[in-house]
């Protein structure tokens, strides 16, 4: 096989990912919106940075 046709059947797996990314992040703007339509109020929402975080400010509840 020469190397050519290597990186053509490697091209599309590498855009596979970015595919995928874009898809989340217009699932995310339609979650979002839905949620402002629906007038949720997420202002005593707690986040942490990270899961470990988060799971420590859990169990310190």
Known sequence: MSCAERRSLAGPRKA???AASATDATGADKIAQTLV?????????????????????????
């Open 37 to 61: 339509e629906l007038g949720v109020d997420l202002s005593s929402l707690v986040t942490r940075g990270t899961p470990e975080s988060g799971i420590a400010h859990a169990l310190d509840r």
């Open 16 to 18: 596979e990912p970015r």
